[in-house]
Nanobody
């Protein structure tokens, strides 16, 4: 299964973007899902995660209070609302399922990483 991310773009600091994630042919509903990002020359890092029923969320300290993860199991989609963007948020953003016992780690068997969506924030 290939995950598909969209919604990235080039914006000024302080702007907002909303990312979307889908997986054609794969039902998200029973999986906790997360967003990750990778900036040039760095390892991929955890950004945010949400439980299958949206009752639990987890955020990295760097985005807490600015980003909001949500999901629509009927639409089989996961979203990341990013507000008050900063230049350090510049990265390629990816989604994937996360481990039930560790929301900050991707689930290795859910599907292949997608192409990601580029977010570029200029000062």
């Amino acid at each position: 299964v290939n995950l598909e991310e969209s919604g990235g773009g080039s914006v000024q600091a302080g702007a907002s973007l909303r990312l979307s994630c889908s997986a054609p042919g794969r039902i998200f509903g029973s999986f906790a899902m997360g967003w990750f990002r990778q900036s040039a020359g760095k390892e991929r890092e955890f950004v945010a995660a949400i439980s299958w029923n949206s009752k639990r969320t987890l955020y990295s300290d760097s985005v807490k209070g600015r980003f909001t993860i949500s999901r629509d199991n009927f639409q089989n989609a996961v979203y990341l609302q990013m507000d008050n963007l900063k230049p350090e948020d510049t990265a390629v953003y990816y989604c994937n399922a996360v481990l039930p016992g560790d929301y900050s780690s991707p689930a290795p068997d859910f599907g292949s990483w997608g192409q990601g969506t580029q977010v570029t924030v200029s000062s």
